[in-house]
């Protein structure tokens, strides 16, 4: 069983730039949901995706966008990144089912760095 | 709003110890409540779950009581190894929260031979 992967491992960017992160889900898992989790902290719901739809969001602005594709693999896109926007993005996939949702499977995270 | 509130680190224990991190939550409705470790450098792991009242959860040693009476779900092992060494987290979700995972501030927890 693939467990939930991401890419890039580590990204530097500069403000104002726009930046993708990517995700592959578990396998037979239908549910993507994104964590923000700065240095120190704990994660930061973002948004979550279910079957290719934004289903709940954080207190995120707009400029965090996602996308789910039909093999439930998802992106996060951030634009005109400001500093604060350097943190771990955690992205976690859970299996169909009421209870399953609120077991997430976290990947390794991509570390992203402005500058 | 739902929260949850972790004793603060970091705890430092020498091997063998007894190990209670302490975590207390708010939640309107009736959530599910997990511990997840995060070892360095590295994303997080489900650690245990309970999904409801007296549930018991237990991985590798680790136990935690979901106690609605007392709004806590305790982290506990008996005694802690070196490779114990990390930060722990406490969540809850479900409830008012649907899918979507409340997370505490995180435990660091250092363990020396």
């Known amino acids: 069983e693939t467990g939930v992967t991401q890419s890039p491992t580590h990204l530097i960017k500069t403000r104002g730039q726009q930046v993708t992160l990517r995700c592959s889900s578990q396998s037979g898992h239908n549910t993507v949901s994104w964590y923000q989790q700065a240095l120190g902290q704990g994660p930061q719901f973002i948004f979550q995706?279910?079957?290719?739809?934004?289903?709940g969001r954080g207190n995120f602005p707009p400029r965090f966008s996602g996308l789910q594709f039909p093999n439930y693999s998802s992106e996060l896109n951030v634009n005109a990144l400001e500093l604060d926007d350097s943190a771990l993005y955690l992205c976690?996939?859970?299996?169909?089912?009421?209870?399953?949702?609120?077991?997430?499977?976290f990947g390794p995270g991509t570390r992203l760095t402005v500058t | 709003g739902d929260s949850v509130t972790q004793m603060e680190g970091p705890v430092t224990l020498s091997e063998e110890a007894f190990l209670t991190i302490n975590c207390t939550y708010t939640a309107t409705g009736y959530p599910s409540l997990f511990w997840y470790v995060q070892y360095p450098g590295e994303g997080l792991q489900l650690l245990l779950k309970?999904?409801?009242?007296?549930d018991k959860g237990s991985n590798k040693g680790f136990e935690a009581t979901y106690r609605k009476e007392t709004t806590s779900f305790h982290l506990e092992k008996g005694s802690v190894q070196v490779s114990d060494s990390a930060v722990y987290f406490c969540a809850l979700s479900g409830g008012n929260q649907g899918g979507k995972l409340i997370f505490g501030q995180g435990t660091e927890l250092s363990v020396k031979p």
């Open positions: 976690a996939s859970s299996a169909p089912g009421q209870q399953s949702l609120y077991e997430q499977y």
């Open positions: 995706y279910y079957r290719e739809e934004e289903n």
């Open positions: 309970a999904t409801k009242a007296d």
